[in-house]
């Protein structure tokens, strides 16, 4: 199944459904409202853009795992894009902007109309630009196939609102935060993807979705985010189990995975010296470098702004790109450039070559992400 990146043109029909009423659904969360769209072939899609899936990483969650969402009361307004996750170039942007789209062509099931598989789409960009805005990542191909698409923001970069004249370049290069600590674990990106997934697992079967079919599928950035996943105890629910059993456990929260255009077993996603960052980063904007509490508490006081304009004092040469760090909260008895043949158990791979998804030239490769 490929996915294609494509600028298509939404359109959302506003007559000729049943009471000429947007669609409604009850999760375990709450009521949401929708709205409809059309697939290419003419079939009328149930779009609900813009869910809430986590609260808001601001303030106090700054530099934070994700916190999932809670129940709300009254009818939830799913009838448009959430804004994107901060960002260059790229405009409206917020630091509130977890939320995922879920398009269907059915919102029940039955033995006549069972619950349709699920396609979780991980978008690409670097982690460092792009979301899940349904002109650019909508349902128009799919939706034709009986299945259920979801579409996800995550955060992106360090944190925030890098402005228009920052290189790009610089901007990647601190990653996702990270002290190595409680204090700022790092990749917390990834971590959006995995509650992301939960909100799936509890709640997509409301919309005609199989919790126990979901797909997860990326590339570039999204391919190695898939990449990840396969590895990770958070990702298999299983976290309790891996570390005590000492091994991968059965997939949890996903049961198929399509990687493509890059993956996390290459090594420049990978980084070791994410302190070393966070300390740069500090004195850049006029923080303490001394502790990682030091660091963070000084951080949460910055704005978005100076934290973007502070990018400026890192070095291409110097402080080469890593995305992920390595989370002190996870198991570290297992790496996965080191023994990369640790896959989780599934219908993923059947086998595995050592150097699969791997870049020959890792030089040219540095040169051209």
């Known amino acids: ?3 294609v990146f494509y600028y298509t043109y939404s359109v959302e029909l506003i007559s000729g459904h049943i009471n000429n009423a947007n669609p409604k659904v009850t999760t375990p969360l709450g009521d949401i409202e929708g709205s409809f769209m059309q697939s290419l072939l003419g079939k009328s899609i149930y779009a609900f853009r813009g869910i809430r899936y986590a609260k808001a990483p601001v303030g106090e969650l700054r530099f934070q795992p994700p916190v999932p969402v809670e129940n709300w009361s009254g009818v939830y307004n799913a009838t448009n894009d959430g804004p994107m996750c901060p960002q260059p170039f790229l405009r409206p942007i917020s630091e509130d902007c977890l939320y995922l789209n879920i398009y269907t062509t059915k919102l029940s099931s039955s033995r006549y109309n069972p619950k349709r598989p699920v396609l979780f789409f991980i978008h690409p960009g670097g982690f460092f630009l792009m979301s899940s805005a349904s002109n650019w990542f909508g349902p128009q191909y799919l939706l034709d196939r009986n299945i259920v698409l979801v579409t996800i923001n995550y955060r992106l970069g360090s944190l925030g609102k890098y402005l228009n004249r920052l290189p790009y ?5 601190v990653g996702f935060m990270s002290t190595g600590d409680k204090w700022a674990p790092g990749n917390n990106g990834l971590k959006d993807q995995v509650i992301a997934l939960k909100f799936v697992k509890h709640n997509i079967a409301s919309f005609g979705g199989d919790p126990n079919l979901v797909t997860i599928v990326g590339y570039s950035a999204g391919g190695i985010s898939v990449a990840t996943h396969l590895v990770s105890p958070m990702s298999t629910g299983n976290l309790e189990r891996v570390e005590q059993e000492n091994k991968c456990s059965p997939l949890g929260l996903f049961h198929r995975a399509i ?5 996390s077993f290459n090594q420049w996603p990978m980084g070791n010296h994410q302190f070393n960052l966070a300390q740069k980063q500090a004195r850049l904007v006029g923080c303490s470098d001394d502790t990682s509490e030091n660091i963070i508490r000084c951080l949460k006081t910055k704005s978005a702004e100076e934290i973007g304009d502070s990018l400026g004092g890192f070095k291409v040469n110097n402080d080469r790109r890593r995305l992920i760090a390595a989370d002190s909260s996870r198991p570290s ?5 080191s023994s990369p043949s640790h896959l989780s158990a599934g219908q993923l791979i059947a086998d595995f070559i050592f150097d699969n998804f791997s870049t020959f030239l890792p030089i040219l490769f540095y040169l051209l992400v």
Not at 169 to 173: F, H, K, P
Not at 259 to 263: D, K, L, V, Y
């Open 1 to 3: 199944m490929l996915l």
């Open 169 to 173: 370049i610089l901007y990647r290069r």
């Open 259 to 263: 990687g493509m255009s890059c993956s």
């Open 333 to 337: 008895h297992r790496r996965v450039i």
